[in-house]
């Protein structure tokens, strides 16, 4: 069902809706046009259709188009995804022609209508070459850690990024130095989803059965693709770790993608590894299962993310918000979320996780406090309307870049 601005009210209070609704009377008129890479999948593709309807229906006239690129072209951008991420390598010359044939061609099909262009990610990143042609202001919006780019492909994607009026990153040490102006907006979930939505509890204990675990005893979860970097099998030693001392079962709830080829190495190890112990369950879960990691993350009494290397790490921000203390690695944006002892704990290693583990299993009570701390933590910074907000504020500080002082 279509969800409307007055969905997020009991939510969110009313003075977020009517902020929203002051800060839209100083954009009527103007055209927000989103581009990113994909319609569907993905957490941009994700937050776009529930930001710019929303945007729409304050006032706020949003569209939002997808760049069209053949399957070459996504395995350049794949490979330029990773490099910016520090893979090691060299762009070739042949890649980078792909990638500017495939820009040129994008640009020759597509309507820039927005006054304000916001471009997705760097697989768009080229449209901005359109620029001088249109009196408009481009923002550049970069979802992925920048901290430690390859420099053969940074070289080759920053000029383009210079071409931007602004750029935005997740957080300070996810960004570049650039000679442009730079916003930090973190990102956010949607609390009406289907992966975050409240369930009715036959929901979730039907969810349960089917997979097989038993809700009267407790559940310790970590919800990730299956991935070395988010260190399934150190959860795996975590847990046998605590069970020595305490009762309890594990769920390794992910996802083995099809053009990951490692994905299916790591399940297979991750299998093995917990072969012979009914008590770990190895869920290997479509893309499509939101309502089943919903439950499983509200069944759990503890959520684990021991990743190595993160990037924002929404899985915390989802457990946060169901109110279960969190267990994290101290890495990416998880330190940005998980605030030791408060809302759970950050740990650096497999004994840490373990304590950690054993702490909140042994104190339920503190460990529903910590909870409940992790889900106003989450209310009042990581949701869809403080994102929405923030968006709002930016492009009325760049669409009035010229007017120096702005008044809100
Ligand atoms: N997720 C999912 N199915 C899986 C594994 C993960 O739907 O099998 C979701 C998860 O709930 C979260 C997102 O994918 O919304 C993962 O985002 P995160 O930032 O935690 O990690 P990433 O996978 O982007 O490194």
């Not at 002051?22 to 954009?27: C, D, E, I, V």
């Not at 009196?135 to 210079?162: M, Y």
């Not at 602004?166 to 992966?195: C, G, H, M, V, W």
Request: proline share 6%.
């Amino acid at each position: 069902m279509k969800k409307t601005l007055l969905d997020y009210l009991p939510i969110v209070g009313e003075e977020v809706i009517n902020e929203l609704k002051a800060l839209a009377q100083y954009l009527q008129g103007k055209v927000i046009q989103h581009i990113n890479s994909t319609a569907v999948g993905g957490g941009v593709a994700e937050i776009l259709s529930r930001l710019v309807p929303l945007s729409n229906e304050l006032g706020v006239n949003s569209r939002w188009d997808v760049f069209k690129g053949g399957d070459a072209f996504f395995q350049v951008t794949k490979e330029i995804h990773n490099m910016l991420h520090g893979k090691e390598g060299t762009l070739t010359d042949e890649m980078k022609e792909l990638f500017l044939d495939e820009t040129q061609k994008n640009i020759e099909s597509m309507e820039f209508s927005g006054d304000i262009m916001f471009v997705h990610d760097p697989q768009p990143v080229g449209l901005v070459s359109v620029r001088n042609t249109k009196p408009c202001k481009w923002i550049w919006r970069c979802h992925i850690d920048l901290s430690n780019p390859n420099p053969s492909c940074w070289d080759f994607i920053r000029p383009f990024v210079e071409k931007y009026d602004a750029s935005i990153f997740t957080a300070p040490f996810f960004a570049q130095k650039l000679p442009i102006r730079e916003f930090l907006i973190q990102p956010s979930i949607d609390p009406l989803s289907d992966k975050n939505k409240e369930l009715p509890p036959e929901t979730i204990m039907e969810v349960l059965e089917r997979f097989q675990i038993d809700h009267a005893r407790p559940i310790v979860t970590q919800v990730s693709r299956f991935d070395y970097l988010k260190d399934p099998l150190g959860v795996i030693d975590a847990y046998r770790i605590v069970k020595k001392r305490r009762d309890c079962q594990l769920v390794l709830a992910g996802g083995s993608a099809a053009d990951d080829p490692e994905s299916s190495k790591v399940l297979s190890e991750v299998q093995e590894k917990a072969k012979g112990d009914p008590d770990i369950h190895i869920l290997d879960l479509p893309p499509t299962a939101n309502i089943e990691i919903n439950a499983l993350q509200r069944a759990s009494t503890v959520i684990v993310q021991k990743s190595i290397k993160e990037g924002f790490g929404l899985t915390v921000t989802e457990a946060l918000w169901k109110g279960k203390p969190v267990i994290g690695g101290m890495t990416g944006g998880i330190p940005l979320q998980i605030k030791n002892k408060v809302n759970g704990f950050l740990v650096h290693t497999i004994e840490g996780t373990a304590n950690a583990i054993k702490f909140l299993l042994a104190n339920p009570l503190l460990a529903q406090k910590m909870g409940k701390n992790g889900q106003e933590y989450v209310r009042h910074n990581f949701l869809l309307t403080r994102h929405l907000k923030d968006y709002l504020i930016l492009f009325i500080l760049v669409d009035r870049s010229a007017h120096g002082v702005v008044y809100l």
